[in-house]
């Protein structure tokens, strides 16, 4: 769809609506500015970014920085979830992580394996501020402290999901950088 904008516009509201009970996905317009339409259809999508996975091996431990798993950020996202998967299932006490964005918590409900489960995943904090990433920041995990008794879980390898959401033309210019190249 192209639609010509008024010259004193200042503001693009786009809106999407959708009976209840039906399944909706909006991957942002894309905004080309110019009189000559493009010759290609240019979605300005986002997509899954998946970081990790980062496996701690043996009995988890309290640790900072879990095997030195530190990740920068290739491009701004969303974290929609952690996951933790243990090989071993921990008794008595949860195995607990956290996943910290530039060294600060993303999370007041940390990510935990509950006490004979051998999963377990977390929701970062609903704000925007603790769940959005920009390029550059940098995620570490860490093993937090799980209480006494009991025995931790082993093996467990820590996933996020995120949504990331690319430049509108980056596939433009990957395809122009590809062009130059041949």
Avoid at 164 to 176: G, I, K, M, S, T
Wanted: proline letters at 9%.
């Amino acid at each position: 769809m192209v639609r010509q904008l008024h010259p004193e516009a200042t503001q693009l509201a786009v809106r999407l609506e959708a009976a209840q009970g039906i399944v909706a996905h909006f991957a942002l317009p894309t905004l080309l500015w110019g009189s000559a339409a493009p010759m290609h259809f240019h979605p300005s999508g986002a997509a899954y970014y998946v970081v990790g996975p980062g496996t701690q091996r043996g009995p988890a431990e309290e640790q900072t920085e879990v095997n030195g798993w530190r990740l920068p950020v290739d491009l701004p996202c969303l974290v929609l979830r952690a996951a933790l998967k243990a090989g071993v299932a921990p008794t008595v006490q949860p195995t607990i992580y956290d996943v910290n964005r530039n060294g600060v918590s993303m999370y007041s409900t940390r990510p935990q394996i509950a006490a004979d489960q051998t999963f377990g995943s977390a929701v970062p904090d609903g704000t925007y501020e603790a769940r959005c990433l920009a390029q550059d920041d940098v995620l570490t995990i860490d093993c937090d402290p799980t209480g006494a008794g009991g025995t931790p879980a082993e093996d467990v390898t820590a996933k996020l999901t995120c949504l990331c959401y690319p430049h509108p033309f980056a596939n433009v210019e990957a395809a122009a950088a590809l062009t130059q190249v041949a």
